[in-house]
């Protein structure tokens, strides 16, 4: 009798090769193949209606698409950049700390250990127009006697949702630039103070661009925290009102779950991967010539 | 002028004192270097000096000012670290100029000065390249360079040659003695290195568990240690040190063997001592001893010998103690041979047993 003898080397790869086919290739080529269709979920048979390129012409001749698309961009931008200068200013001031440093480090991150959802929630109370913590709070110091629209108008929405963002994920930067103040060499610390630098001055020239490798990597990680946002947003404000907070990944969401068109929703969904993958790309870079500066690696 | 004044300076960590009210006055121009066994306090105060510790008690003085509540910036002083400081991150150009760009000179001036420091320590063609692509030796000469630059009033170096190799050690010794005597500025330089601290020193401070043991020349604690440890620790091979009794005029040693009382030297009938010895002052005989008036005479078993080619060294064992003696125009020795020593005892030293201070008059 027959039998069929595969090398072993292939028998040995073959559950990894299963899996890796049945949880990325194959769906990533599936959605891919699907957004140049018109599937829509509520009618499984249109999978098969070939449309060639035009969800993708649809989603760039989408003025929705490039605001939510510029919005992520902004809540990126502005995020990543409140992050890191909380989470370095946080740092830096728990690396003075001598006693009970631990339990600080250990506090520090309380942020990290909330579901997003729930974070959402509690912020969506917070800054609730008329029970919210925040009016309340305002109100009763006299500051205003208005009901400030916090999750209501498209401006105060935003920095509501930034908010909530930087609370939650600041620690990410703070531990990581914590790791870093820690591994920065003393002596050339010393050396600067010697050579005449002020405390400003050390830190500026010698601490920073030794912490800079730690705060691309917290940047290239958040970016793509960030680019993906959707749970927070969902539940504060779900994108509305009016789209006034949409983002891509509320946009993409919804187009896909709600209005069940799931054919353009990947195609938004591969536009959108583009822009996480050139933040990454970028703060990737700025590691690799951050880490070259400082005769690193290579 | 930058002369260096310490007055009853003290470092204490929380209630340990590391530093016990030490005095030394540097002159300007003076190259001080400071030596003894880890721990004994010498970087401590190395880097009081140079604003980086805190001094507990006691005053510094540099120059005219008393600097103890001054930062380091504004001590005028520059130093050479161990593992060389340097900044990473910028080349070793930038490296050189980087105390001059902090103080807002004109870039002129940093220019001129940075092309003089790199002239000085043949760095010129490595200018433009960074930390990590030079070599050990190379390292150090950029942070020697980074401390020349400034013309600062007091050159400070902790161990800076502690992570080169031997030979390296060696050129980098004559290029600081060099460095010295081209730029003249007062230098304050630990090691625990007695080598390059006899080499390197105009004056040498010994120190041992937060206290100053002996001050002088190198050829001054050489050849008058004030105490056991001294002797030992200065010289190599260490200094030869033989348990004995003063008994009528002469050493007894453990064994029974009567040595006459070297001269000059001042000891208590029955007072226990150290007899000490430097391996340069026991020779075989028939080796080159120079003659002197006052010689023992020894038979000792030869246990060792280290050929070191202009001579060697022998390892014998005198009153059930090792020590070590000196064979110029050396022949071949077996192990087990028994040759007579002399010992010139013009040259010998006598410790205290129990304080270990010296009984020279």
């Not at chain 2, 390249?129 to 030079?134: C, D, F, I, T, V």
Request: overall charge neutral; some cysteine.
């Amino acid at each position: 009798m027959y039998r069929m003898r595969l090398p072993p080397w292939l028998v040995l790869l073959m559950p990894a090769f299963v899996i890796l086919l049945a949880v990325v290739a194959i769906p990533l080529v599936l959605s891919l193949y699907s957004s140049f269709t018109a599937f829509q979920l509520t009618r499984p048979e249109t999978i098969t209606r070939w449309i060639g390129t035009f969800n993708y012409e649809k989603a760039i001749g989408d003025a929705n698409f490039w605001a939510a698309f510029g919005r992520t961009v902004l809540l990126l931008t502005v995020a990543l950049n409140l992050e890191m200068l909380l989470g370095l200013g946080l740092a830096l001031m728990v690396a003075k700390v001598t006693h009970g440093q631990r339990l600080l480090r250990t506090i520090m991150m309380f942020p990290m250990m909330f579901s997003p959802i729930l974070v959402g929630f509690q912020f969506k109370f917070i800054f609730n127009d008329n029970v919210g913590l925040l009016n309340n709070a305002l109100q009763s110091l006299g500051l205003t006697d208005v009901a400030i629209p916090w999750l209501v108008d498209g401006n105060l929405a935003f920095i509501a949702i930034v908010t909530a963002e930087v609370w939650t994920s600041t620690s990410v930067f703070a531990i990581l630039i914590l790791a870093g103040l820690f591994a920065i060499p003393q002596d050339p610390v010393e050396a600067a103070r010697v050579d005449g630098c002020t405390p400003w001055q050390t830190f500026r020239y010698v601490t920073l661009p030794f912490l800079m490798p730690f705060i691309y990597i917290a940047m290239a990680i958040r970016s793509l925290d960030v680019a993906r946002a959707y749970d927070i947003v969902q539940v504060m404000t779900a994108g509305g009102p009016a789209r006034r907070t949409e983002l891509l990944w509320t946009l993409i969401g919804r187009t896909g779950y709600v209005d069940a068109r799931m054919g353009y929703a990947n195609a938004m969904g591969y536009i959108a991967i583009l822009l996480s993958i050139a933040f990454t790309v970028h703060f990737f870079r700025k590691l690799s010539s951050a880490r070259t500066s400082l005769g690193m690696g290579d | 002028m930058a002369q260096v004044v310490l007055q009853d300076v003290v470092k204490n960590y929380g209630a340990l004192p590391v530093v016990h009210a030490i005095n030394l006055d540097i002159a300007h121009g003076e190259f001080v270097v400071l030596v003894g066994p880890s721990g004994c306090g010498k970087s401590t105060t190395l880097r009081m000096i140079a604003g980086l510790e805190e001094i507990s008690g006691g005053r510094v003085r540099i120059g005219d000012r008393v600097v103890n509540d001054l930062p380091p910036r504004d001590r005028n002083i520059s130093m050479v670290f161990q593992n060389y400081a340097l900044y990473p991150h910028m080349t070793v150009r930038e490296n050189l100029g980087f105390s001059l760009y902090i103080a807002k000179r004109p870039k002129a001036e940093i220019e001129r000065a940075v092309d003089q420091a790199a002239e000085i320590l043949s760095l010129t063609p490595l200018l433009d390249r960074k930390p990590g692509q030079l070599s050990g030796g190379q390292r150090q000469r950029v942070a020697m360079g980074r401390a020349i630059v400034r013309h600062p009033d007091v050159f400070l170096f902790d161990e800076p040659l502690s992570n080169l190799d031997a030979k390296l050690r060696t050129q980098m010794r004559v290029e600081i003695k060099r460095l010295h005597q081209k730029v003249g500025t007062t230098i304050i330089y630990v090691t625990h290195d007695q080598i390059e601290a006899m080499t390197l020193a105009d004056r040498i401070v010994i120190m041992r568990d937060g206290h100053i043991v002996q001050i002088g020349t190198p050829l001054e604690v050489f050849e008058r240690p004030v105490n056991a440890f001294v002797a030992t620790f200065i010289g190599s091979p260490p200094m030869n040190l033989l348990p004995a009794t003063v008994r009528s005029g002469g050493l007894r040693l453990a064994d029974g063997t009567v040595i006459p009382l070297p001269p000059g030297l001042t000891a208590r009938e029955g007072q226990a001592v150290q007899f000490g010895v430097r391996a340069d002052n026991i020779m075989p005989e028939g080796h080159s001893m120079p003659p002197t008036a006052h010689m023992a005479l020894v038979e000792m078993p030869v246990t060792l010998t280290e050929p070191l080619g202009t001579e060697t060294l022998l390892f014998a064992t005198l009153a059930g103690t090792e020590v070590q003696a000196k064979m110029l125009n050396p022949r071949p020795v077996r192990t087990g041979e028994v040759l007579r020593f002399g010992i010139a005892l013009d040259k010998c030293h006598l410790f205290d047993a129990d304080t270990g201070a010296s009984l020279r008059v």
